[in-house]
């Protein structure tokens, strides 16, 4: 099956800073791949995806890269704010296959934005 | 006009004893899932049904049974639950498992599940 890895597990930054968190896939026939925000106490929420047909993709200070040959993708945030703090999660799936539908999700990243 | 929702949100019981939680979205999707979340965060799914037929039934133990009465819910329901079984449960759905550009997978809110 799919494994996904997600580094770093926690990641501090300064307010406006960037912050970068990187994640690599197994399954060369994973073709679609979300990020979630998860703030404390809720669920996680689609913040931004890629499917592999793109290699980059950006909504206003977020913007994913996917290397296919590579089999990572990562998540970008720039002018980071403090309501950006939450955990992070990528995930992988693919779209055809028996393992259609299932989200295979990295541990996530516990991200702090210090005022 | 919440998407997805599941009720209870919090829920604390005893060892031994069985448990409903219900999900149900309003998006008119045809597929729903069933995650478990534990104390480091990890995300993985349990279930999975589509058009009310289960899909995915990931390795978990049969004390857990899904359950969908129609296409806008998914309830979970635990029987003789253990102290392991304490986590946060989130059901989630999507348009189209299968289909590019409509497999987004929408979660609640979550419930909390504490066994003692």
């Known amino acids: 099956g799919e494994n996904v890895e997600q580094h770093p597990s926690t990641l501090s930054v300064q307010e406006g800073d960037s912050a970068v968190i990187k994640c690599t896939y197994s399954d060369s026939a994973s073709n679609y791949f979300p990020w979630y925000k998860q703030e404390l106490g809720k669920g996680p929420q689609l913040i931004i995806d890629?499917?592999?047909?793109?290699g980059e993709k950006k909504d206003q200070r977020i913007a994913v890269t996917l290397n296919k040959t590579a089999k990572h993708f990562s998540l970008h945030i720039t002018e980071t704010q403090p309501e950006d703090s939450a955990v992070y999660f990528c995930a992988a799936s693919r779209t055809r296959g028996s393992t259609l539908g299932r989200l295979y999700f990295g541990r996530g990243t516990q991200l702090t934005v210090w005022p | 006009d919440t998407a997805v929702s599941q009720t209870p949100k919090y829920l604390v019981t005893q060892m031994g004893n069985d448990k409903s939680i219900k999900c149900e979205q309003n998006l008119g999707h045809d597929t729903m899932y069933w995650y478990k979340q534990d104390s480091k965060k990890f995300l993985k799914i349990m279930f999975s049904y589509n058009n009310k037929e289960l899909i995915i039934n990931e390795t978990v133990p049969n004390r857990f049974s899904p359950k969908s009465p129609d296409k806008a819910h998914l309830n979970l329901h635990i029987n003789s639950l253990e102290l392991g079984d304490s986590a946060v449960y989130f059901c989630?759905?999507?348009?189209?498992?299968?289909?590019?550009?409509?497999?987004?997978?929408?979660f609640g809110p979550g419930t909390r599940l504490l066994v003692l």
């Open positions: 989630a759905s999507s348009q189209e498992r299968d289909r590019v550009g409509e497999e987004t997978q929408y």
């Open positions: 890629i499917r592999s047909n793109v």
